[in-house]
């Protein structure tokens, strides 16, 4: 089976409808109206800026996938450089023809460009063929994002702290055993 080319370019304000619909999954929950929105302020900010890009696919003249690309830091704490390819996302209908691997040789040519030794990706958890596709890239599990909404984690830590006794509270008891043994150890 021969595959047809697949062209990379970097994103314009017309993509806007097929990113969101394309990344729908990973965007604020909103309308679409403000998803397109966020997606239309995302391209701008790439527009303006030489660290940032969105690479967009296209096969046989419609836009297959896209990544959004960031020179950036391996973490805050780790300063070594790295390139951030974030939600490298394929539509349906052009899977396993080249699109996901045309998107990451784009990022590698960008970092490379840029002097970027590392390259690093986030799929979603639930995307095992995504997942497997980075694996075969040799891209590997280096940390583990979890999300939850901070009303959930205030929850938790409350139902934590109602469930277990207070830390200081330990401390003091034992500061009254040692004053208590010594009492006893100084009376006999």
């Not at 304000?13 to 397109?36: F, H, K, M, N, Y």
């Amino acid at each position: 089976m021969s595959r047809t080319s697949v062209q990379v370019r970097a994103a314009i304000a017309a993509d806007a409808p097929v990113l969101r619909e394309l990344w729908s999954d990973i965007l604020r929950r909103a309308t679409d109206a403000e998803q397109q929105a966020d997606v239309e302020s995302v391209i701008a900010d790439c527009a303006d800026r030489e660290d940032r890009c969105i690479a967009v696919a296209e096969l046989d003249g419609h836009v297959a996938g896209a990544v959004f690309l960031a020179a950036s830091t391996l973490t805050p704490l780790n300063l070594e450089p790295a390139l951030l390819a974030v939600s490298p996302h394929v539509l349906p209908e052009f899977r396993r023809r080249g699109v996901g691997t045309a998107l990451m040789d784009a990022a590698a040519g960008f970092a490379e460009h840029r002097g970027i030794g590392t390259v690093a990706t986030a799929a979603m958890a639930s995307s095992r063929d995504a997942n497997r596709f980075m694996a075969r890239l040799s891209l590997t599990p280096q940390a583990t994002l979890r999300a939850a909404s901070t009303s959930a984690v205030r929850a938790k830590l409350s139902a934590r702290r109602s469930t277990t006794r207070p830390r200081g509270s330990r401390q003091i008891d034992k500061v009254l055993a040692a004053r208590r043994m010594g009492r006893e150890h100084v009376a006999s």
